[in-house]
């Protein structure tokens, strides 16, 4: 199955680059995703081609209008189904690697970019179905987070990376952080690879990565620790 993503901004000129490299651009090349690409501006009625306006209420910036945003969003209904109407925004849902799991599961989405101080409300009330962010920080636009959107969701197709082991070994796959990496030289200035990984039994290699993985977590991020222990304890409820 190929999933369909279409992306609303005004500048499509940040997405040109990334979307022909890497595996990113394999999998559009070889069509395990299609991703579209739509100015707004193409859709502003006026002679300007204005996608903005000043604040009702007053206050600083300006915010995106409604119309073009409706409109651009309306012309895709031949192509997508228009299920899933994303807005990347600092005030979104937090995107999460479970969030590119399901995410990579829908036949399509449509992407919204937002700048200047946001959108009318009236977008976010009445057209999208889901907002989303990429942390706790503001960009001057969506197009970034777009972009890291759709290369979270295009490592969860089959076919993008050529082992799937790469990607269940990725961090955060499985809730937990990746096990430490080691690669020749076996030493370097004094420093050791662990006998483990060059001792060939990979049953204790792989349970030594396992705690490597849990120890790591515990360290660098105690909040997933957290919530994958809450999470194994929730499915093996759910077992039993």
């Known amino acids: 199955m190929t999933i369909r993503i279409d992306v609303l901004t005004i500048f499509p000129e940040y997405f040109t680059v990334p979307l022909q490299n890497s595996l990113l651009g394999k999998a559009i090349k070889e069509e395990i995703m299609k991703v579209k690409v739509h100015n707004i501006r193409d859709f502003a009625s006026d002679k300007h081609k204005t996608v903005d306006d000043t604040p009702y209420g007053g206050g600083p910036g300006m915010v995106m209008k409604c119309e073009p945003i409706f409109d651009a969003v309306e012309s895709l209904k031949e192509d997508n189904s228009l299920e899933h109407i994303v807005l990347l925004t600092p005030g979104g849902k937090l995107f999460t690697q479970d969030k590119a799991k399901e995410m990579a599961q829908w036949k399509d989405l449509v992407l919204i970019c937002g700048r200047y101080e946001g959108v009318d409300e009236r977008i976010v009330e009445n057209l999208v179905t889901e907002e989303l962010s990429i942390g706790d920080y503001v960009l001057s636009g969506g197009e970034l987070p777009a972009l890291v959107i759709i290369e ?86 759910k077992v039993e």
Do not use: C
Not at 157 to 179: A, F, K, M
Not at 208 to 221: A, C, H, P, V
């Open 152 to 237: 979270a969701i295009s490592r969860m197709l089959p076919g993008v990376i050529g082992q799937w082991e790469s990607v269940t070994n990725d961090s955060l796959y499985n809730g937990l952080l990746s096990y430490p990496q080691y690669t020749k030289p076996a030493e370097f200035r004094g420093m050791k690879v662990p006998e483990i990984l060059l001792s060939g039994n990979h049953e204790q290699i792989k349970k030594w990565r396992d705690e490597q993985s849990i120890l790591r977590t515990k360290k660098k991020r105690p909040d997933l620790l957290g919530k994958y222990q809450e999470k194994k304890k929730s499915d093996s409820e």
